[in-house]
């Protein structure tokens, strides 16, 4: 259902966009976000919206520095990310939820595969 791309190396202070491509039916009826999760640690919210007005919320540790948007013609979701640390090294999943303005992992329906961000210093 959805299908997550774009990640790889970059060193700090770089960019990576993530792309998010969704087969849902209806994609305006539901919240997408993105969630990362580093190696030993809780799946975190990373940035997302919700299906009521679609404005984009984040996390303290990206805020300044991700970009969220989404193209409901073309039902999908970017992540722009930049002044890459470090820290931002995980798994980054996009995710699809039901329910308005989800931040929390159990509330979320669908799934991506997630894909590598990997910052050297």
């Known amino acids: 259902q959805l299908q997550a791309s774009g990640g790889g190396s970059v060193q700090a202070g770089g960019s990576l966009k993530l792309s998010c491509a969704a087969s849902v039916r209806t994609f305006t009826r539901y919240s997408m976000a993105w969630f990362r999760q580093a190696p030993g640690k809780e799946r975190e919210f990373v940035a997302g919206d919700g299906w009521s007005g679609f404005t984009v919320s984040y996390s303290d540790s990206v805020k300044g520095r991700f970009t969220m948007s989404r193209d409901n013609a073309q039902k999908t979701v970017d992540l722009e990310m930049n002044s890459l640390k470090p820290d931002d090294t995980a798994i980054y999943y996009c995710?699809?939820?039901?329910?308005?303005?989800?931040?929390?992992?159990?509330?979320?329906?669908?799934w991506g595969q997630g894909t590598q961000v990997t910052v050297s210093s």
């Open positions: 995710a699809a939820s039901t329910t308005d303005r989800a931040t929390r992992a159990r509330l979320f329906d669908y």
